[in-house]
T-cell receptor, first 111, second 114 residues
Framework: ELKVEQNPLFLSMQEGKNYTIYCNYS?????LYWYRQDPGKSLESLFV???NGAVKQEGRLMASLDTKARLSTLHITAAVHDLSATYFCAVATDSNYQLIWGAGTKLIIKP | EAQVTQNPRYLITVTGKKLTVTCSQN?????MSWYRQDPGLGLRQIYYSMNVEVTDKGDVPEGYKVSRKEKRNFPLILESPSPNQTSLYFCASSLHRAITDTQYFGPGTRLTVL
């Protein structure tokens, strides 16, 4: 059974700092997704990682996937307040018809 | 505008009173899915559909029904709601039959069952 674990679950940081959110999963998969959710809002797609070694960057966010280690990271560079949100990773099952989600990382960036 | 819509956005009901949450997408997507979101648990998949008339159970299907009679619509039915179905529900869709690309989410339906 595929399980997805994110850590940390909560992160409070200062503007300008760098940090990394980790997403570990328990069985083989080569499809991993990162989403952002603002309070009271829906989910917005950030990155789709579809192969081992995939790296995607958008602004201050960079995501990578290591399928051998079953690990994805979401790196935040020089954080700004606007990046405060909850970040979820989700992993596709073997069938590719389902996504299993992590519990989310609530990120608070203080000015 | 390309979007996924859900109705209602908020609903308070009582135990046992049948309800339907509608979901519609205008992007001609093959795949549609329902999730529930509960604090600390992330999203859990209830049902999904790969095409018209093709649906399958997700991780938490008990107490829910779905149908996919048209490509654009994927309603979620609670025949006899119970308080443990109080949650935030999201409908999502993606272009292909399998999850190979981005899922687009609706705005969410906050359901309270008393």
């Amino acid at each position: 059974e595929l399980k997805v674990e994110q850590n940390p679950l909560f992160l409070s940081m200062q503007e300008g700092k760098n940090y990394t959110i980790y997403c570990n999963y328990s069985t083989t998969s080569d499809r991993l997704y990162w989403y952002r959710q603002d309070p009271g809002k829906s989910l917005e797609s950030l990155f789709v990682l579809l192969s081992n070694g995939a790296v995607k960057q958008e602004g201050r966010l960079m995501a990578s996937l290591d399928t051998k280690a079953r690990l994805s990271t979401l790196h935040i560079t020089a954080a700004v307040h606007d990046l405060s949100a909850t970040y979820f990773c989700a992993v596709a099952t073997d069938s590719n018809y389902q996504l299993i989600w992590g519990a989310g990382t609530k990120l608070i960036i203080k000015p | 505008e390309a979007q996924v819509t859900q109705n209602p956005r908020y609903l308070i009901t009582v135990t046992g009173k049948k309800l339907t949450v509608t979901c519609s997408q205008n992007m001609n997507h093959e795949y549609m899915s329902w999730y529930r979101q509960d604090p600390g648990l992330g999203l859990r998949q209830i049902y999904y559909s790969m095409n018209v008339e093709v649906t399958d159970k997700g991780d938490v299907p008990e107490g829910y029904k779905v149908s996919r009679k048209e490509k654009r619509n994927f309603p979620l039915i609670l025949e006899s709601p119970s308080p443990n179905q109080t949650s935030l529900y999201f409908c999502a869709s993606s272009l292909h039959r399998a999850i190979t690309d981005t899922q687009y989410f609706g705005p969410g339906t906050r359901l309270t069952v008393l």
